[in-house]
């Protein structure tokens, strides 16, 4: 997913709890069209409230690939048009905004050669990042596309060492997505939880 779209879901994702109902159209729409896989499908529908299941959709859509923001959007067609129409706005704001001041966030912001953006990251740079993040690290795993579940066999695989919990989740994330693992890609879930720039500092050298 752009990151753009992410940033756009994570900054309203409360305002979007309280407005969307997340039935049967939208989760059926999404998992027909290979946006949800039914684990996920089972995941959110297991939620104990409405708001619940939009939060949960909304921290499992930035994993899930280039076509998941429009996708979501084509799902609120029907029921939700105006939000929908609510979202479109921003996407295309943030595009002008992005044209105006972010030119190459991922090389510029955050100091990382441009060279480097497409490279897988080595266990080495992994674990370097692994000592840095705090408590942000569930949220960018979970915005990299790991599940609770996994997140959870980390915590329970080191129970006596964070660092070592990240680690095995960033490890998880490089096996499981092999080529698409890339600094790029590592970068935008750590823009999308917040974390300065500065936290990173020679950690991608």
């Excluded at 879901?9 to 997340?22: C, D, F, P, T, W």
């Excluded at 921003?90 to 105006?100: G, N, R």
């Excluded at 370097?128 to 066999?153: H, I, K, N, T």
Aim: charged letters at 20%.
């Amino acid at each position: 997913m752009d990151p753009k779209h992410k940033e756009i879901l994570r900054a309203h994702r409360l305002h979007l709890s309280e407005q969307l109902i997340v039935d049967d159209t939208i989760i059926q729409y999404l998992y027909q069209e290979g946006i949800l896989t039914e684990s996920q499908v089972e995941e959110i529908q297991s939620q104990p409230s409405n708001k619940n299941k939009t939060l949960r959709l909304l921290a499992i859509l930035p994993g899930r690939g280039p076509l998941a923001f429009g996708a979501f959007l084509s799902s609120l067609e029907q029921d939700f048009p105006w939000i929908r129409e609510k979202l479109l706005l921003l996407s295309a704001a943030a595009d002008d905004s992005a044209t105006v001041s972010h030119p190459s966030a991922a090389s510029g912001q955050w100091g990382v050669p441009e060279h480097l953006l497409h490279t897988v990251p080595s266990n080495q740079q992994l674990n370097r990042l692994a000592s840095r993040l705090g408590s942000e690290w569930e949220m960018v795993l979970l915005d990299l596309g790991l599940s609770p579940g996994e997140l959870y066999r980390c915590r329970a695989d080191h129970p006596l060492s964070v660092q070592s919990q990240v680690l095995a989740g960033l490890v998880m994330w490089k096996q499981l997505q092999g080529r698409g693992a890339t600094v790029q890609r590592l970068l935008q879930s750590l823009q999308a939880s917040d974390l300065h720039p500065s936290a990173i500092d020679q950690v991608f050298i």
